[in-house]
């Protein structure tokens, strides 16, 4: 709703590196395209990745819609039990101190962008086949499949036109 009603100049877009966290990310892309085109002046300043495990998809994502990474939270138990258990991850002076002081500056400093959203093949090409399900031939079912058992052939009911008159 912020984006629609122009009520913020930039978006700060968090995905990881699975298909389901990238798609909802290339949808706010796709929104802030569509918003800038209706007179909208919101951008995307970055993207923050979460619980990276260094497969780099997310990475490719932000390359490909042309949105800097702002910073890369690792996937790590001790940040995951903190997060759980509510307590603050990135307090000063310590272990990941660094890490979020480092995502403040960017966030502050980072100028809206206009991003380049990609198509469904474009996203789906961020993975391997084995991770999409790109590599496995659909065989369509047999009405012997779908009714569990054999099936007999019967004449159909559905009255066929051979010529169309005019």
Known sequence: LPIARDMCQ????????DLQSLYVANNV???VEYFRK??????VAGMIINK??????????AKAVDIPVLTAIPANEDIRRKSAN???VGIPGGE?????????INVAEAPPRQPAPLDQDGLLNLFSADETGGNVELVPATQADMRGGTFEEKPSLEVIYDEILI
Request: one cysteine or more.
């Open 10 to 17: 930039k978006v700060i877009v968090v995905g990881s590196n």
């Open 29 to 31: 892309c796709h929104a």
């Open 38 to 43: 209706m007179g909208g002046n919101v951008g």
């Open 52 to 61: 990276d495990d260094g497969t780099g998809e997310a990475q490719a994502f």
């Open 86 to 88: 509510y307590q603050i």
């Open 96 to 104: 990941w101190a660094s890490l979020f002081e480092e995502l403040a």
